[in-house]
T-cell receptor, first 112, second 113 residues
Framework: KQEVTQIPAALSVPEGENLVLNCSFT??????LQWFRQDPGKGLTSLLL?????REQTSGRLNASLDKSSGRSTLYIAASQPGDSATYLC???????????FGKGTTLSVSS | EAGVVQSPRYKIIEKKQPVAFWCNPI?????LYWYLQNLGQGPELLIR????????DSQLPKDRFSAERLKGVDSTLKIQPAELGDSAVYLC???????????FGPGTRLTVL
């Protein structure tokens, strides 16, 4: 049974710091991995989708890496800003073409 | 392009009352998902549709929950009767097909008193 774990559960950093959020999954036979952002009281916004054949994906100040063999993904945020404050969730499909299994998320707070 | 639309955004009801949530997916998206998110947790799947067919409803509590997607476009999720433990956020998501990136709506926050 696939399980997704995210550490840390919460993170506070000053503005301008580079930071890394971690995601691990128990079954390495994943089809893809998706990172989301969730603001309080809002739905999920898709940030990055990494296919199983890819090692990383970049979008602006965000870079996500994937190491299937070790069951890990990281989300790197460069030069953090107060607007980056949110909960970040990673998710993998239960199997190809099925619904996502989510971690509990990392709540990020960036202070100015 | 419009995103996934959900209504209502908030709903407060008393226990044992019925409630319904509506979702309109992104145009052209064949796969539609209903997820349940409890406070401090990641979303969990309730049901997945491929067009109008429910292909994964193993997590749906069928004694009180029902869903439909009659024309393979918008969908309705119903709870009857609601219980206190149903208080949560109900999220709808869609994708072009089940192998593609999923896009989420803003969710409906249900409070059962």
């Amino acid at each position: 049974k696939q399980e997704v774990t995210q550490i840390p559960a919460a993170l506070s950093v000053p503005e301008g710091e580079n930071l890394v959020l971690n995601c691990s999954f128990t079954d390495s036979a994943i089809y893809n991995l998706q990172w989301f952002r969730q603001d309080p009281g809002k739905g999920l916004t898709s940030l990055l989708l990494i296919q199983s054949s890819q090692r990383e994906q970049t979008s602006g100040r965000l870079n996500a890496s994937l190491d299937k063999s070790s069951g890990r993904s990281t989300l790197y945020i460069a030069a953090s800003q107060p607007g980056d404050s949110a909960t970040y969730l990673c998710a993998v499909p239960r199997q190809a073409g099925t619904a996502l299994i989510f971690g509990k998320g990392t709540t990020l707070s960036v202070s100015s | 392009e419009a995103g996934v639309v959900q209504s209502p955004r908030y709903k407060i009801i008393e226990k044992k009352q019925p409630v319904a949530f509506w979702c309109n997916p992104i145009s052209g998206h064949n796969t539609l998902y209903w997820y349940l998110q409890n406070l401090g947790q990641g979303p969990e799947l309730l049901i997945r549709y491929e067009n109008e067919e429910a292909v994964d409803d193993s997590q749906l509590p069928k004694d009180r929950f029902s869903a439909e997607r009659l024309k393979g476009v918008d969908s309705t999720l119903k709870i009857q009767p609601a219980e206190l433990g149903d208080s949560a956020v109900y999220l709808c998501a869609s994708s072009f097909n089940s192998y593609n990136e999923q896009f989420f709506g803003p969710g409906t926050r249900l409070t059962v008193l």
